[in-house]
C-alpha cells in the first residue's frame, strides 16, 4: 500500500502550485484533513481544538448531525440553478424575521462582494460618491475595502492608505478615514464633506474592538442629519453577538447590512439586506435604468448553501444557545486575565465572548492605533504555544463555538496556564 502522504509534502506541494505556498487565508505550514464537532486534524494526524471554525462560519461545530441532513436532503435534488430556488426564498424569509434592519436581502457568494455591494448601493440611492470607513477595518477586498485596512504608516486623517498593489489612485479620493470610536473627529469630516457622503461603512465590533458606549448610537444620528446611509458589516457578528446580531446586541438600526458566515452554514454565501426603499435599486422596473444597480452572480442563493444556513439558523434559535456561547467564551476569557495577571504581563482581553483575543499591551483599545501598539513578538510566542499545545486559532482572533465539551474547556484552559508560564 503506497503511503499516505505527509504533512511537509503537502507543505512542498503547495509551494510549487500556489503563491506564497497557500490560500492566502491562513498560515501556510499546516495543512487541515478533517474536522468533527469542535476539533480539527492535520496531515500528520494531529488533533487541535478549532478556535478558528473556518474563520467563523462553523459556530454549531464541524459536521453537526442536523446540518448535514438538511444537506444530504438537498443534494439528490440539485446543486445549483441559477434561478431562484425555494430554500433561497425560505433563508431571505428568516432573515427578514431576525435581522431588523432588513425588509429585502439580494444574495452573493462572499462577505467581500455583499460589502462591495452595500457600498454601491449607497452610491446609488443617495447619488453621491464618497464613502467614509474606519482605519483598521475590514470590508473585504474591493479596491474601496483595501483602503487603511492595515496601513504600515499613520497619515493624516481622512487620507486613505491603499493596502495593496494593482488599485487606481483616484480611488483614494472617494474613500474617507476616520478612527474608530472618535465620534467628535467623524462629526468634523462629515462637516466638511457631508453634500459628497454616500454612507459609512463600519463593522460594530471592529476585528474584535468593541464600541464604546454611545458610538454606534452616534454614528446613526450623524446619518440620520446629513442624508447618509448607514451600513453595518455584519459579516462576521451577524447570528454570532445574538440572533439579530450586532443590531440586536447594541439596539442600533442600520440602513443596510451585510451577513455572511454562519447564514451559508459553512457554504459559501453571503447577502445584502434593507428597507424595501434602498434594495428596490437592485430592481430595474422599480428604479429605472439610471438607478438600477446590476448585480448578477452563478452561485447567488445556492440552494445548499441555504439548506446548510436555513439549520444552522434553526439550532440557533433554540433556547439557551446564546447563553451557552457566550460563557463558554467568558470561562476563556477570564482564565486568559487571570493568568497573565498571575504573571505580571501587560495585556488587554478585547471583544466580546463569541469573540475575542488578548492584546499585550498597557493602555485601552479603542482603535488601530491603538492596537498596533501591542508587543507583536510576544504575541507571536503565546499563539506559538497554543498551537504546540493543540489549539488551533487565527493570530488575532478566537472563535469559540457551540461545539465545544467541558473537555475541551479544560484542555484550553490548561493550555493558556502552561503556555503562559513559559512566556516569564
Known amino acids: 500500500m503506497k503511503k499516505l502522504k505527509t504533512q511537509d ?20 505550514d499546516i495543512i487541515i484533513k478533517e474536522g468533527n464537532g469542535s476539533k480539527v486534524w492535520d496531515e500528520d494526524g494531529n488533533e487541535y481544538i478549532d478556535y478558528l471554525i473556518g474563520s467563523g462560519p462553523m459556530l454549531l461545530g464541524h459536521g453537526h448531525p442536523e446540518v448535514m441532513e ?78 487603511s485596512l492595515s496601513p504600515s504608516v499613520s497619515v493624516n486623517f481622512p487620507q486613505a492608505v491603499p493596502d495593496s498593489a494593482g488599485i487606481p489612485e483616484n480611488i483614494q479620493k472617494d474613500v474617507l478615514i476616520a478612527p474608530f470610536n472618535d465620534l467628535e473627529f467623524i462629526a468634523s469630516i462629515v462637516s466638511e464633506y457631508h453634500d459628497q457622503i454616500a454612507g459609512i461603512i463600519v463593522e460594530p465590533l471592529q476585528r474584535i474592538i468593541p464600541p464604546l458606549p454611545g458610538f454606534l448610537e452616534g454614528l446613526r444620528k450623524i446619518c440620520d442629519s446629513n442624508n447618509i446611509l448607514l451600513i453595518f458589516d455584519e459579516i462576521v457578528t451577524g447570528f454570532r453577538l445574538a440572533y439579530g446580531g450586532a443590531q440586536e446586541k447594541y439596539n442600533v438600526t442600520p440602513d443596510i447590512c451585510t451577513l455572511g458566515k454562519i447564514i451559508g452554514g459553512g457554504f459559501p454565501l453571503a447577502a445584502i439586506a434593507g428597507s424595501k426603499e434602498i434594495m428596490s435599486h437592485f430592481d430595474q422596473s422599480s428604479v429605472g435604468k439610471d ?10 442563493g445556492n440552494p445548499i448553501a441555504a439548506a446548510a444556513g436555513l439549520k444552522t439558523m434553526e439550532v440557533l434559535k433554540r433556547d439557551g444557545m446564546f447563553a451557552k456561547l457566550h460563557q463558554r467564551g467568558q470561562e476563556i476569557m477570564d482564565c486568559m486575565s487571570e493568568c497573565f495577571k498571575r504573571a505580571n504581563i501587560h495585556h488587554r482581553i478585547v471583544g466580546d465572548p463569541s469573540l475575542f483575543d488578548v492584546l499585550f499591551i498597557n493602555e485601552d483599545v479603542n482603535n488601530y492605533r ?53 512566556l516569564v
Request: net charge positive; glycine share 8%; aromatic share 10%.
Open 291 to 300: 438607478k438600477w444597480l446590476m448585480q448578477v452572480g452563478t452561485l447567488s
Open 370 to 422: 491603538n492596537s498596533i501598539k501591542a508587543d507583536a513578538k510576544l504575541n507571536a510566542r503565546f499563539n506559538q504555544g497554543l498551537r504546540k499545545r493543540k489549539i488551533f486559532k487565527a493570530s488575532a482572533k478566537l472563535y469559540p463555538s457551540l461545539a465545544l465539551t467541558d473537555e475541551d474547556i479544560y484542555h484550553t484552559k490548561e493550555a493558556i496556564k502552561d503556555t503562559v508560564l513559559n
Open 70 to 147: 438538511a444537506i444530504l436532503k438537498q443534494l439528490p435534488q440539485g446543486m445549483t440553478f441559477f434561478a431562484n430556488n425555494s430554500k433561497g426564498i425560505e433563508l431571505a424569509e428568516e432573515i427578514c424575521n431576525a435581522v431588523k434592519c432588513s425588509e429585502q436581502v439580494r444574495f452573493v457568494s462572499s462577505g467581500g462582494e455583499a460589502d462591495m455591494y452595500a457600498m454601491r448601493l449607497a452610491r446609488a440611492f443617495t447619488g453621491k460618491d464618497k464613502i467614509l470607513k474606519f482605519e483598521g477595518g475590514y470590508h473585504g477586498m474591493s479596491a474601496e475595502a483595501q483602503m
Open 9 to 28: 509534502e503537502w507543505i512542498a506541494r503547495a509551494k510549487e502550485v500556489l503563491p506564497a505556498a497557500g490560500f492566502g487565508n491562513f498560515e501556510n
